[in-house]
């Protein structure tokens, strides 16, 4: 009988994400270990299963996450706020097929074609989708163009800046961990958090394409399970790189997305009209009433 597959990664310099194909996951903070009695110490090595695949990528954002918990914003949901997300949407999305494709070029030079041939089919999915955040900006009357072009929110440029450096490696594996963690992510959003959302904007307007989409009405559950599938059949030096990337790619998305909530809406609004340059009345439709889901939760991508 096969022995249970049991895969680990060490994602910082004292703590290890250890799971089972079962689905069992724990941590393990190896600072009170001596390096020759660890089991975990080494890298690991042999083969991979989905089960225990998914609990590490999982596990690598949920411990990434809780760095903020205790500190995370919960604004009430504006429109000002939505628009700024959107904004984030397209600047997130607008170079996702160009990146990929690098990606999968290099790994074409590398003789990997599996790789390449996974990161361009990636590519070809997500190609459009930057402009259906536009198509939403638009839906709220605001010159989306003009906004993407003199507007990305501070709290997103980390993560752009570190999608680009990732797809522009000898050895780019580590952009499919970034990819998983925004996918993984938005697989979360419900039909209630999109109603949430469209509930902000005026009746009869669709101003939530790009949320449908990235959302578990959308492709990205499917996407994350083919994902899940696709990295447990790497080699474990590619996997252990992919948590890793999954690890680091979740802290830059924690740290950036908190950054935006914790602005003011008078803040919030200053940046909008200054990217524009005019005044935009429609910021001042009124929200939800309280105790509605905010709208980070929708709209993270």
């Not at 799971?19 to 020759?36: L, P, Q, Y």
């Not at 709290?155 to 450096?165: A, H, Q, S, T, Y």
């Not at 599938?229 to 950036?256: H, N």
Request: net charge negative; hydrophobic share 40%.
């Amino acid at each position: 009988m096969a022995r249970p597959v049991a895969e680990w990664v060490n994602v910082t310099d004292d703590i290890s994400i250890i799971a089972r194909e079962s689905g069992e996951v724990w941590f393990h903070n190896r600072s009170g270990e001596k390096g020759d009695i660890d089991p975990f110490a080494a890298p690991m090595g042999g083969v991979g299963s989905p089960g225990s695949t998914v609990g590490l990528l999982d596990g690598a954002i949920n411990l990434a996450f809780s760095n903020i918990e205790k500190r995370l914003a919960r604004p009430e949901p504006t429109v000002a706020g939505y628009i700024v997300a959107l904004v984030g949407a397209y600047h997130t999305s607008v170079d996702t097929p160009r990146n990929l494709r690098r990606a999968a070029s290099r790994f074409e030079k590398l003789g990997r074609p599996e790789v390449a041939a996974y990161l361009e089919e990636r590519a070809r999915e997500e190609t459009g989708h930057d402009r259906l955040a536009l198509k939403d900006l638009r839906a709220l009357g605001v010159p989306g163009e003009r906004l993407v072009a003199n507007f990305i929110p501070e709290g997103i440029k980390p993560l752009c800046n570190r999608f680009d450096e990732l797809c522009a490696e000898d050895y780019p594996i580590g952009s499919i961990g970034y990819s998983y963690c925004l996918e993984r992510i938005a697989a979360l959003k419900e039909k209630s958090d999109i109603e949430t959302v469209q509930a902000l904007c005026p009746d009869g307007v669709d101003t939530t394409r790009f949320l449908r989409s990235h959302s578990s009405l959308g492709s990205e559950a499917s996407h994350v399970a083919e994902t899940i599938e696709f990295v447990a059949s790497l080699p474990a030096s590619d996997r252990i790189k992919v948590v890793q990337e999954t690890y680091q790619s979740a802290l830059i998305m924690a740290e950036g997305y908190n950054h935006e909530l914790l602005k003011s809406e008078p803040q919030i609004r200053a940046e909008i009209e200054q990217a524009l340059g005019e005044a935009a009345p429609y910021l001042h439709v009124p929200g939800p009433s309280a105790g509605q889901k905010h709208y980070a939760a929708a709209t993270a991508d």
